[in-house]
């Protein structure tokens, strides 16, 4: 018995596209995907670690709709997001003979998505693409609102486009595979939305996350679907990040500081610096006032209970005169002052141009000490 599928709409005119999410999504993959087909071919991306667990099933539901196929593995790990593989993968694709009616799948996480879908938007000025997102992080996150890109070596996502998939399988399912200390990763952006401006959902993760994090999978397709509808709001409110679309850099900036710090490496996943910045904007903004003690140490207490960082790693010691340059190095600052993401409690998140950089020093201190 399979449990119900849910569908989250992108809005965004023409180039609107459906979510569908819920477990044994990859075996449906062919009869999703070939209606939305101009020609007879697909071009399946994906990595070294998911080819072996998911390339199968996918190509074998696309060649039961009568898809012809073909395939790329490019390595796993963000070292793949540069201009070396998009070269690779573009010169795979034009000896692959891709025409304008092809249609480009990419499964994997957010280094498959954002890598590949860069290569569709530029591949013969665009071709059709879809998303089949394989990690917490890419389904609530990354395979959302289009942007797609590469690092370079003057920093992450740096190269990229705007660019909507036509269609996203998220099958929750495949989270099973993910290593614990993956999906913990990208139950910080989870919980994000929840922080932004939905309390009611973070209570309910309060109740219901560690079931999230342990594969139920009612859990998890909720959890997945309340944080699809929450991005593809703001993301339809402000689809090229000119406003609320800022919201989503919760905990960014300071979680941009610390993976600088640690070098962009394995001492740190995104997710991790993402909760430690949420937990430093929470403080911070308890600091200023802004926010009552209490939903501070209610997000630090969510967040221990499940086992992500609400202190700074040790025996790293963090510098924070570099910490604030980090910040203000972020690609977020305009005229020369840094966006923060502040919050008058959990759900009550809002952007300000004005902390005060005494008092930013002082709760980085405190983190530090
Ligand atoms: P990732 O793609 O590197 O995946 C993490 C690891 O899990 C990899 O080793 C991968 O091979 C492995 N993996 C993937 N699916 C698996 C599965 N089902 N079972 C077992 N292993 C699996 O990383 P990520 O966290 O998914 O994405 C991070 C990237 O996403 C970053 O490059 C970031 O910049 C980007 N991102 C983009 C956006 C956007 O809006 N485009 C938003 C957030 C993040
Ligand atoms: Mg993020």
Redesign the pocket.
Known sequence: MSAALEQVLVELGERSYPIHIGPGLLDRAGELIKPLMQGGRALVVT????AP??LERVQKSLAEAGVVTMHTVVP???Q??DFKHLEALLDAMLEARAERGVMVVAL???????LT?FAASILLRGVDFVQI??????QV?????????I?TRQG??LV?TFYQPRLVLADTA??????RR?VL??YA?VAKYGVIDDEPFFAWLEANGSKVIDGDLEARRHAVAVSCRAKARIVAADEREGGVRALLNLGHTFGHALEAETGFSEEM???EAVALGMVMALRLSARLGLAPAADAERLERHFEALGLPTALPRPRLWAVDRLIRHMAGDKKVKDGKVTFVMARGIGKSFLTREVPEAELASMLSEMAA
């Open positions: 990595d070294a670690n998911v667990l998911y796993a790990g963000e793949t997001k994997g996480g957010g280094v498959i998505g954002d879908g997102p394989t990690t917490l992080l890419s996150d990354s395979s959302v609102g289009g942007k797609t890109g690092n992450k996502n990229g495949v989270l099973d595979t993910l290593p993956q990763a990208g952006e996943l995104h997710g």
